[in-house]
Antibody, heavy 121, light 111 residues
């Protein structure tokens, strides 16, 4: 069965960096695009970034462009999110999710359990 | 601030039918991009409920159905059950933002 397990969350000071990981199992990781989605405490879902199956394309929400980098290591079946220059408004549970369908009409069919990132001094 | 607007809450008695609207614009739903729906039970990760406007993944009860028209989409739940109490989100692509967008979310309460 498809399993996605995020790790790397924690408390970090504003301006510092953090790297999240998402370990994938139960499917051929290299065949699928992957997303990061976040949810601030008590708020709705916000799409953060996507990386295509071969890593050739990456897209980001405007609020994280230039600060966050999505990447993947298919030899390790792992997705990453490098988060730099963190701000208080980045505080959220971060979910990784598997992409399905073509980019413009696609959806997210499996989600991890999430990892909490708290940006606070 | 999301570009897909949903009602903050809807409620119904067990067995009733409720609908959740997702209103977009010409740069997302109105442009023809598919709408998908997710269910988030309290304290858990979102789960795919409807994809491609009206398709149910394996294991999703046929009590859940989706539709799309012009610049909006709807999720209907018939035969409402206590286990349906959750937050529901629509999702699509937005060409102005060049990325995915989620709706504002709707909390369903079973009376």
């Amino acid at each position: 069965q498809v399993q996605l397990v995020e790790s790397g969350g924690g408390v970090v000071q504003p301006g510092r960096s953090l790297r999240l990981s998402c370990g994938a199992s139960g499917f051929t990781f290299s065949n699928y695009g992957m997303h990061w989605v976040r949810q601030a405490p008590g708020k709705g879902l916000e799409w953060v970034a996507v990386i295509w199956s071969d890593g050739s394309n990456k897209y980001y929400v405007d609020s994280v462009k230039g600060r966050f980098t999505i990447s993947r290591d298919s030899s390790k079946n792992t997705l990453y999110l490098q988060m730099n220059s963190l701000r208080a408004e980045d505080t959220a549970v971060y979910y990784c999710a598997r992409a399905r369908g073509q980019w413009l009409v696609g959806h997210l069919d499996y989600w991890g359990q999430g990892t909490l990132v708290t940006v606070s001094s | 601030q999301s570009v897909l607007t949903q009602p903050p809450s809807v409620s119904g008695a067990p067995g009733q039918r409720v609908t959740i609207s997702c209103t977009g614009s010409s740069s997302n739903i109105g442009a023809g991009y598919d709408v998908h729906w997710y269910q988030q039970l309290p304290g858990t990760a979102p789960k795919l409920l409807i994809y491609g406007n009206s398709n149910r993944p394996s294991g999703v009860p046929d009590r859940f159905s989706g539709s799309k028209s012009d610049t909006s989409a709807s999720l209907a739940i018939t035969g409402l059950q206590a286990e349906d109490e959750a937050d529901y989100y629509c999702q699509s692509y937005d060409s102005s933002l060049s990325g995915y967008v989620f709706g504002t979310g709707t909390k369903v309460t079973v009376l």
